[in-house]
Protein backbone atom coordinates (compact mmCIF):
# COMPACT_ATOMS: atom_id res chain seq x y z
CA UNK A 1 0.00 0.00 0.00
CA UNK A 2 1.37 3.58 -0.89
CA UNK A 3 2.27 5.63 2.10
CA UNK A 4 1.09 9.31 1.80
CA UNK A 5 3.01 12.46 3.65
CA UNK A 6 1.35 15.59 3.54
CA UNK A 7 3.13 19.11 4.98
CA UNK A 8 2.78 22.62 4.65
CA UNK A 9 -0.01 23.63 6.13
CA UNK A 10 -0.33 26.35 8.95
CA UNK A 11 -1.91 29.76 9.48
CA UNK A 12 -2.55 32.01 6.92
CA UNK A 13 -4.20 35.81 6.34
CA UNK A 14 -6.60 36.06 3.85
CA UNK A 15 -5.43 36.51 0.66
CA UNK A 16 -1.79 34.52 1.45
CA UNK A 17 -1.01 31.31 -0.01
CA UNK A 18 0.23 28.11 1.15
CA UNK A 19 1.88 25.59 -0.54
CA UNK A 20 1.24 21.85 0.33
CA UNK A 21 3.36 18.76 -0.27
CA UNK A 22 2.30 15.23 -0.48
CA UNK A 23 5.18 12.74 -0.51
CA UNK A 24 4.43 9.28 -1.78
CA UNK A 25 6.60 6.11 -1.14
CA UNK A 26 6.63 4.76 -4.20
CA UNK A 27 9.77 4.62 -7.06
CA UNK A 28 7.67 6.14 -9.61
CA UNK A 29 4.42 8.74 -9.58
CA UNK A 30 3.51 7.74 -12.94
CA UNK A 31 1.05 5.32 -12.61
CA UNK A 32 -0.57 7.61 -9.90
CA UNK A 33 -3.49 9.62 -10.10
CA UNK A 34 -3.26 12.10 -6.81
CA UNK A 35 -6.79 13.70 -5.51
CA UNK A 36 -6.55 16.44 -2.78
CA UNK A 37 -9.56 16.77 -0.36
CA UNK A 38 -10.86 18.74 2.47
CA UNK A 39 -12.69 18.63 5.57
CA UNK A 40 -13.96 21.35 7.36
CA UNK A 41 -15.65 20.94 10.78
CA UNK A 42 -19.18 19.78 10.79
CA UNK A 43 -18.95 19.42 6.80
CA UNK A 44 -18.52 16.59 4.58
CA UNK A 45 -15.14 15.67 3.04
CA UNK A 46 -14.93 16.81 -0.63
CA UNK A 47 -12.80 17.16 -3.32
CA UNK A 48 -10.59 19.93 -4.14
CA UNK A 49 -8.65 19.00 -7.10
CA UNK A 50 -7.39 15.81 -8.84
CA UNK A 51 -4.29 14.68 -11.48
CA UNK A 52 -4.73 11.84 -13.27
CA UNK A 53 -2.35 8.86 -13.75
CA UNK A 54 -0.10 8.97 -16.73
CA UNK A 55 -0.18 11.81 -18.72
CA UNK A 56 -3.61 12.25 -17.47
CA UNK A 57 -6.09 15.11 -17.04
CA UNK A 58 -5.98 18.18 -14.50
CA UNK A 59 -9.56 18.39 -12.46
CA UNK A 60 -10.27 21.45 -9.64
CA UNK A 61 -13.58 21.90 -7.80
CA UNK A 62 -15.50 25.36 -8.50
CA UNK A 63 -14.71 26.87 -5.96
CA UNK A 64 -10.77 26.72 -6.16
CA UNK A 65 -10.67 27.38 -9.47
CA UNK A 66 -8.29 30.06 -10.91
CA UNK A 67 -6.47 30.01 -7.23
CA UNK A 68 -5.21 26.53 -6.85
CA UNK A 69 -2.37 24.98 -8.77
CA UNK A 70 -2.12 21.13 -8.56
CA UNK A 71 1.84 19.98 -9.86
CA UNK A 72 3.88 16.82 -9.60
CA UNK A 73 7.52 16.84 -9.18
CA UNK A 74 8.74 13.14 -10.69
CA UNK A 75 12.04 13.12 -9.43
CA UNK A 76 10.93 13.29 -5.21
CA UNK A 77 7.65 11.43 -6.20
CA UNK A 78 5.71 14.13 -4.86
CA UNK A 79 2.39 16.37 -5.64
CA UNK A 80 2.20 19.73 -4.48
CA UNK A 81 -1.07 21.85 -3.82
CA UNK A 82 -0.38 25.50 -4.47
CA UNK A 83 -2.78 27.84 -2.04
CA UNK A 84 -3.46 31.73 -3.74
CA UNK A 85 -5.74 34.26 -2.52
CA UNK A 86 -6.55 32.17 0.06
CA UNK A 87 -10.43 32.50 1.89
CA UNK A 88 -11.56 31.65 5.57
CA UNK A 89 -13.78 29.46 3.86
CA UNK A 90 -10.35 27.42 2.59
CA UNK A 91 -9.78 27.05 6.46
CA UNK A 92 -9.75 22.51 6.78
CA UNK A 93 -8.17 19.93 6.84
CA UNK A 94 -6.11 18.68 3.60
CA UNK A 95 -5.59 15.47 2.63
CA UNK A 96 -3.92 13.77 -0.35
CA UNK A 97 -4.99 10.54 -1.76
CA UNK A 98 -3.69 7.94 -3.88
CA UNK A 99 -5.31 5.36 -6.82
CA UNK A 100 -3.34 3.56 -9.21
CA UNK A 101 -3.93 3.79 -12.93
CA UNK A 102 -6.99 6.27 -12.23
CA UNK A 103 -7.84 8.53 -14.61
CA UNK A 104 -9.91 12.05 -12.78
CA UNK A 105 -13.14 12.56 -13.92
CA UNK A 106 -13.87 15.76 -12.15
CA UNK A 107 -16.54 14.20 -9.97
CA UNK A 108 -13.88 12.17 -7.69
CA UNK A 109 -15.02 11.02 -4.71
CA UNK A 110 -13.23 9.93 -1.78
CA UNK A 111 -14.32 6.06 -2.11
CA UNK A 112 -12.72 6.18 -5.29
CA UNK A 113 -8.99 6.41 -3.94
CA UNK A 114 -7.59 3.78 -1.69
CA UNK A 115 -4.61 5.05 0.35
CA UNK A 116 -4.79 8.52 2.49
CA UNK A 117 -2.16 10.60 4.14
CA UNK A 118 -2.97 11.55 7.71
CA UNK A 119 -3.74 15.23 7.00
CA UNK A 120 -2.54 19.03 7.09
CA UNK A 121 -4.78 21.62 8.78
CA UNK A 122 -5.15 24.77 6.81
CA UNK A 123 -6.32 27.45 8.84
CA UNK A 124 -6.99 31.10 6.92
CA UNK A 125 -7.74 33.82 9.62
CA UNK A 126 -6.87 37.54 10.34
Known amino acids: QVQLVESGGGLVQPGGSLRLSCAAS????????IGWFRQAPGKEREGVSCTSSGLGRTYYADSVKGRFTISRDNAKNTVYLQMNSLKPDDTAVYYC???????????????????WGQGTQVTVSS
Open 97 to 115: ATRQYYVCTGSDRSADFRS
Open 26 to 33: VSTLYDLA
